[in-house]
Nanobody, 115 residues
Framework: QVQLVEDGGGLVPAGGSLRLSCAPS????????MGWYRQAPGKQRELVAS???????NYADFVKGRFTISRANAKNTVFLQMNSLKPEDTAVYYC?????????WGKGTLVTVSS
């Protein structure tokens, strides 16, 4: 069983920065994909960024150039550095881990960007 614990959300003014972290525990296999998704009120959950165990990244167009996903391989902790935040980035951000055909999710951390 996998558990994912997110941290780092909060309130930030437009143009500010936040760094989210996701610490997985449990059975983590060497081949996996970790990612960040977000869900704003009244909207569907959407992919923000993902990172494979081989280092390949994928970003949603709306965060390219502003957000960076990275991993501390020693503990599989994944980070999402968010710069130049906009009010439309306000959402609950969820960490995900995909491995062996199964997806695990964290409980989410709220990011609020004030205008």
């Amino acid at each position: 069983q996998v558990q994912l614990v997110e941290d780092g959300g909060g309130l930030v003014p437009a143009g500010g920065s936040l760094r989210l972290s996701c610490a997985p525990s449990g059975s983590i296999f060497s081949i996996n994909v970790m990612g960040w998704y977000r869900q704003a009120p009244g909207k569907q959950r959407e992919l923000v960024a993902s990172l494979t165990s081989s280092g390949r990244t994928n970003y949603a167009d709306f965060v390219k150039g502003r957000f960076t996903i990275s991993r501390a391989n020693a503990k599989n902790t994944v980070f999402l550095q968010m710069n130049s935040l906009k009010p439309e980035d306000t959402a609950v951000y969820y960490c995900s881990l995909s491995q062996l055909g199964r997806d695990s999710w964290g409980k989410g951390t709220l990011v609020t960007v004030s205008s």
